[in-house]
């Protein structure tokens, strides 16, 4: 086994995320846990960073880049915001050293968006986006990031112009579990009905207004015409993506289409929705995505300052 | 004191109203409690019909006339639905008999739209719409009864056409309570911000496709520029009114604005949002609305047939 060059650490709300890796950029070990900034502002972050760097024996001189919101105010150390336009390459260079730790931690920023009438932030994307996009690409790109909070950001030449949070995720988790439509989603199973998420990503895209009523036509449609919970659910998360469609579709769409960084059942759902609309993606592997980005500031950070 | 004729009762989902009328439709007694049909359907709806008749010591034979959740399937008798079209006096004429009671006691339809694009039903409303509208209105209404599960009704001559259910008041408590959007409108106070709801209503009428977005903008706004609690709470209800705005006046608005059925706080946020968009509005009181359609649809099923 190669020696380990640094530690990457995406550090999310309720994700915690390790990667050992080598000068040459390779994943010697990795580690994943629920320890993420809600859990681990009650435990401690150092004893959670030390825990896992312990279980892949790393180094005690071992460099640590992390990235999300572990910056946050209410997280590890306030990482601040590199505020839009925000070129890529300077979310690096504000990375903050964590002040206490014999081991070099750093922190990298988040993005802002100081617009009054449409403030904005990200912590955590930043880095997806240096890994999807690079420091210099040319040209413009329209980028869709789904999950519990969903950015959609136009980049250009390696700067993030503009971005959008939709609380897409959080409004399907707390409408299918919290309201009436709880009862009409009750024993939906996994199994997906591709055809009723569609048929709702197209209705909600052509008359977004109609929001709040499309997502009670899940109740009442099963009142009316009987139907499944799997078609109830697929009815709410198409409503709700299709609305979301509809917002980060309505500029100017490149013609290579939309960058789409996701994973798993997420990466899925939302290729076909756009499959729906008829729009092109350029799909990347959000884990991917964000372990390049801290890898490639990392090796920024330290391998090329030791090289020099 | 006059002879009570009936007891008319408006049983919805977590409220119980019960009012003793004269057969010259003046109001002898009222009650009111939090023995909805969730509560009524644990310890029985016959027990809490008869201990509130009690209390405003109601003859043995007068009759009931019930409209609301209680004719729903998981309330006491289902009392079915009648169609769209459907002419408000149908709504009276399909009443339900309790059976096996010694009273007379009747429970009002509701009124579904068996249309597969756009399945929706209403349970409770179209007896407030009858005391708003009465049998036979002349020309068109556009009605806005707002709510946990707002409705928006077309009607024409005594008919309703169609109609739409927008989960509006109900999404507003799950975002208030139940997503990291707590955290912004944590201790707000009673008192209004009517600007930032106004600002709010017009950037969602104007854009109701980036409705999740503009949610976002009240934690967003705060973590970069500051702002009260009210302020936050304010863009969510502001946004949330104004995306269902945008639907319920997409199509054509009567010359003589849109009638607005509502009470209270209610009635005093809709009128804000109404103004906003420099829409006028005819508006109708709900709590008297109910009660007066419970009358004419009381007067209709005893007191004339008794005349004759």
């Known amino acids: ?38 859990a681990a ?55 903050v050293r964590v002040p206490g730790e014999a081991r070099d931690i750093r922190i990298l920023p988040g993005i802002a968006q100081r617009d009054a009438a449409a403030p904005d932030v990200m912590r955590g994307e930043e880095t997806q986006l240096l890994g999807a996009l690079g420091f210099e690409v040319a040209g413009e790109a329209l980028v869709c990031m789904p999950g519990t909070h969903s950015k959609w950001v136009r980049a250009r030449g390696g700067i993030v112009e503009g971005f959008s949070t939709f609380m897409t995720g959080e409004l399907f988790s707390v409408v299918s579990r919290e309201t009436i439509l709880s009862f009409a989603v009750a024993g939906a199973d996994e199994a997906e009905d591709v055809a009723s998420f569609k ?17 009670f036509t899940a109740r009442s449609r ?17 409503t709700l993506i299709g609305v ?17 960084i996701a994973s798993g059942r997420l990466a899925a759902l939302y290729r076909h929705a756009f499959d729906a609309l008829s729009v092109t993606v350029q799909p990347v592997d959000a ?11 990392a090796a920024a950070i330290w391998t090329k300052s030791r090289d020099l």
Chains 1, 2 share one sequence.
């Open 1 to 38: 086994m190669t020696e380990p060059a640094y530690a990457a650490v995406d550090w999310g709300t309720s994700s915690f995320r390790l990667w050992l890796v080598d000068r040459a950029g390779e994943v010697l070990a990795q580690r994943r846990s629920d320890e993420g900034m809600l």
């Open 41 to 95: 502002a009650k435990t401690g972050f150092p004893a959670v960073l030390r825990s896992h760097l312990a279980a892949v024996e790393a180094p005690d001189h071992l460099p640590v880049l992390v990235c999300g919101m572990a910056g946050a105010r209410t997280g590890w150390v306030e990482a601040g915001y590199v505020d839009t336009p925000a070129p890529l390459a300077a979310v690096l260079k504000q990375a």
């Open 199 to 215: 048929a709702a990503v197209k209705a909600a895209y052509a008359a977004p207004a109609f929001a709040a009523n499309l997502l």
């Open 222 to 238: 099963q009142l009316l015409f009987g139907g499944t919970p799997s078609a109830a659910r697929e009815t709410l998360s198409g």
């Open 244 to 260: 979301e469609l509809a917002a980060g579709l309505s500029g100017v769409v490149p013609r290579a289409g939309v960058t789409l």
């Open 287 to 297: 884990d991917e995505a964000v372990r390049r980005g801290l890898s490639m500031a």
